[in-house]
Each structure stands twice: as C-alpha cells, then as structure tokens.
C-alpha cells in the first residue's frame, strides 16, 4: 500500500536527500493561467462573473453572494451545541497562544537626543479564506480569524465557497463561526475568483479590496494568491497536507498508523511520511496501515493518499539521519516519537508545526491545542511561518532626533552622502543648523 524508501547505508548528502523526499505532483504554474482569468474576470465584471463561476465551478446559483447577517445569526443559534463548545474552546485556545506573538513597542536609546522606536502596527483590512471542499472546516475560520484579531486589524472579511447541498449559501458551520468570533462580512464565493474578489474588491457588493489575503486552499486559490500578491499581501501558497513523523522502535505503531491515515483523509495529494531508523516499526505500521486504512470513512481517497508517490516509510540508519531527511523536507506537520524525543526536537530547523511525543497528535493542532493549523506546505517551512498574528503587522521604525542627536553625527552624514555622490543628502543636514538671525 505504502511504498518504502530505504536510505540505510548511503551518504546522505544535501543533493541525495533531496532527490529522495517524496512529494505529490501539484505544480501551481500549471493552474497559473486558468487562475489569472478568473481573477481578471472577477476584476473586470464583479457579480456577473461571481455568480458564472459559482454556477461552473459549484453547481449552484447562489443566492447571496454577501450573507446577510440574519443568516449567521441564525447559523449561530442552529450550531450544535457539542461543536459549539468545541469551537469557543478553540478560540479560548488559540487566542491565548497567539497574543504572545504581539510585539511591544522597543526604544533603542542611541545616544543624547538620538532614539529609534520600534512599533507594530496592524494592516486595515484582511481578507480570510476558508475552503469548503472534500471537508468543511469551521476550525479554519477560527485559525484565520483569531491572528487577525490579536493584531487589531479593524476590518475582516471572510470568503468561503457556496455549497450545493446548502442552496448555493456559506455551509452554516462555518457561518456559526464566523459569528461566534463577532464577524459580518461573509461572502458565499471560493476558488480563485473569491481570491480575485477580495484583493481587487467588488463595489456592487460593498466588497473593498483588502491588504492582506491567508487561508488555505486547492491549487487554483494557490495559484490566484500568487497572482494578487503585490497588489495584497498573503500568507503563503498553501498546498495538500503533510504529516511526517520520527519515530524509532519504542514508538506505538498503531499510533503512528493512525496518525498518518489522519492526515490522508484529507483527500488524494495528501502526504503522510515515516522516518524510522527501525525496521520492525516499518513494518508493524506497514501492516497497521493495510487494515487500518480500509476501515475508516474515506477509504478510497485513505488508499489513493497513502499509495501515491508523495506517501512513504523512510529507512535511515539512526535518529540524526531522519533529522537530516526532515529538515531536506521541511514537512507541514512534523511529529516526534522516539525515547527522547528532547533531543531530536533540537536538531530540527525546519517545519511548520512541530507536534512532541505520543500524545501531542497532528489533530491536536488542527482543533485545540492552541497552535494555528494554517502552515506551510511543499517545503516552504525553510523560509516561511505558520499563521500568526504577525501575518497581520507591519513593523515600523519611528526615528527621533534633537538637535544635539543630529548634531553628533552630522559630518558623518555628510561624508557618506559626498562618497555617494548625493551631496544635497548632506546638504538637508547642514541647513538645520544654519545660522537664520542674520
């Protein structure tokens, strides 16, 4: 069912390792084009081209492309009350952990009359998007919703697909959400013309353009961040999920198997990866997974996730090579089950979530540990973060100087700007201390 990867024995050097990580074929160039022109669509004929592409796209003819507010009212009192509490307890969870990521304002005192403040601020506006394909994913309104937040940010707007088997509306779990987070702007869109949607904006919905966009999504909301980003900001250009655990033999097998049939159910591209340098827990989880994975509810797509070429058991001769094989990786989701698992955390750089011990389960972070669970994929944990609140600020450097500051420095401005050729730069300089009496 899973293939295996045997590295033991071999040099694994930075070009080998490389060429080992298995990794699904989603090429977000390849969408580029049928993305950029939905987005020009949605640019150029707003509602029109919404609604044409929700009835392509969705099979629906939605009703409300802005849900109105009486409908997440409703979707709120209608919430079931097991998943309601669910949810307030994820945002509780969450909440806690990302008001840490707030930067208080820092002076850095330079000298007499010469300092540098360092302040945060929140962009105005943000657009969230919320996929609503394979799955629904309320949890995701609360992953986007609560950073934006903790930032400050005024003004967020919320896109999710319309459903089918809702009349053409926001599917009301995610609606209930929204409202129990105090949102009202919700827009019964998806794909990337709901990405277009927002960073150009849409007048004849009261829909402003946004400065930022985050969320996850298929290849073609991917491929449309990429499009935007310049006239927006975004998150990253998420892709299928990732789960890659290390794990040595005194890992449960049955625990691991389960863990990687989690993140398969996601749908087909979904990868789900074991680092072990023991050959009796390959085999045990091989075994595991054969049973294991025809039993659950999303058999077929389990089977298809789990059998493709992005899904392996990876051999290696010790804990520092399955390190090493992470870090070439860079995996969404990275768990950690070995008998110290302290010491193999410490040699990890890259990851985008990184999940300790055996009960600290990827699903753990995808509802309630208080982690975000909107991370990079495809290797992009080498130079990209997980969703935070600082997605939300900009950092500012606010300089302020007295005469005495400036003064100290003064021929030192003047030096480097006739080095550079730019003498009125140091001309700007000199004229504050011009003598003006005369």
Partial sequence: MIQTIDLRGETLTPKRLAAAVPRAKVDVAEASAAAAELVEAVRKDGIVALTEQARRFDGVNPTHLRVPAADIAAAVEGLDPAVR?????????????????????????????????????????????????KAVYPSSVVMNVVPAQAAGVRSIAIASPPQRDHDGAVHPTILAAAGLLGIEEVYSMGGAGAIGALA???????????????????????????????????????GPTEILVIADGTA????????????AEHDENAAAVLVTDSEALAVAVQEDLAGRAGLTKHADRVRVALGSQ????????????????????GPEHLEIQTSDDEAVLATITNAGA??????????????????????????????????GAYAFLRPQQVIEYTAEGLGAVRDRIVALASAEDLPAHGEAVVERFADRTA
Wanted: no cysteine; aromatic share 6%.
């Fill in 354 to 387: 990184i999940f300790l011990g055996a009960h600290s389960p990827v699903s753990l972070g995808d509802y309630l540990a208080g982690s975000n669970h909107v991370l990079p994929t495809g290797g992009q944990s080498r130079f990209q973060p997980g969703l």
């Fill in 200 to 238: 150009h904006g849409v007048p004849e919905l009261d829909l402003d353009p946004v400065d930022v966009i985050t969320g996850p999504g298929n290849v073609y909301v991917a491929a449309a961040k990429r499009i935007v980003h310049g006239v927006v900001g975004i998150d990253a250009e998420a």
């Fill in 310 to 329: 992005q899904s392996a058991i990876v051999l290696v001769d010790d804990l520092g090579a399955a390190s090493a094989f992470s870090n070439a990786y």
């Fill in 85 to 133: 509490a669910a949810l307030e307890e994820a945002i509780v969870r969450v909440r806690a952990a990302t008001a840490v990521q707030v930067p208080g304002e820092q002076v850095t005192e330079l000298g007499p009359g010469a300092r540098v403040r360092q302040r945060w601020q929140p962009v105005d506006r943000v657009g969230l998007y919320v996929p609503g394909g």
């Fill in 252 to 263: 449960d097998p049955a625990l691991v198997a389960a863990d990687l049939v989690s993140q």
